[in-house]
């Protein structure tokens, strides 16, 4: 089959792409408001982008409504946030931080992950969390306006908390010791226990 993803709806898209761009990394991001509140959500759109400087990216989208969402409203507030991976142990209360609260209601205190103090930035981090990158804001990019229009955050990462048993003999993590969660289409998930090496050729 073919696919004309210019004839195709906002919702469809996301569908096609969700299901087909896997599996994805996510980023479980904290931010405080601008009166100091924390909030939590998970963010699949997210990736590396470069190591000179250290910079990452993930992409809030706009609500059903087209507003933007709170950890979009905290970072234009508070231009600093944690990236918190999230291993197989934390999958449930990832997933549970991804309701919408009212804004300035924490997910960290409605369901109960344990945070803890950042170093470089004010936003705390999930202290469970395997890695955790403390970032500045480099650059927001909108692409779009209204229902499902982006938000493309770029940070520069400050610092990282890394757990030490997830480190393997090489002292890099390994990815089996993470045991990421990927993200899949629709409910569905991976993780980083089911893995292969390929030496690369000069
Ligand atoms: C695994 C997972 C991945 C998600 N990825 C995204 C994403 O990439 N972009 C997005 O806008 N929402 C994503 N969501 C939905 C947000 O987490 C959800 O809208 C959340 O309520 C936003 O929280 P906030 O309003 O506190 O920022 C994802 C949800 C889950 C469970």
């Known amino acids: ?26 980023a479980w991001v904290s931010t405080i408001s ?5 909030n939590l959500a998970p963010f699949s759109f997210f ?8 910079t990452l ?6 609500n ?3 507003g933007k969402k709170d950890t979009v409203r905290n970072i234009e507030a508070v231009p600093e946030f944690v990236v918190n991976l999230v291993s197989h142990a934390l999958a449930e209360q990832m997933n549970a931080t991804a309701a919408q609260l009212p ?17 470089q930035v004010r936003p705390p981090r999930v202290a469970a969390a395997p890695v955790a990158f403390e970032c500045r804001l480099h650059q927001i990019v ?13 940070g520069r990462i400050l610092a990282a908390h890394v757990r030490d048993d997830v480190l393997g003999a090489d002292g890099l993590p390994d990815a089996g010791r993470l045991d990421l969660i990927g993200r899949l289409g629709g409910e569905d998930y991976t993780t980083t226990r089911d893995h292969f090496s390929l030496v690369r050729p000069d």
């Open 142 to 154: 909108n692409i779009g306006e209204g229902p499902l229009a982006a938000h493309v955050i770029f």
């Open 47 to 54: 990736q590396g982008v470069c190591a000179h400087p250290p």
């Open 1 to 26: 089959m073919r696919l004309d993803f210019t004839a195709l709806s906002p919702r469809t898209a996301y569908q096609w792409m969700a299901s087909t761009i896997v599996p994805r990394p996510i």
């Open 57 to 62: 990216l993930f992409v809030p989208v706009n």
């Open 34 to 38: 601008a009166d100091g509140r924390p």
């Open 64 to 66: 059903r409504q087209g």
């Open 103 to 119: 804004h300035g209601d924490s997910e960290f205190e409605r369901f109960g992950v344990a945070a803890a103090a950042s170093e």
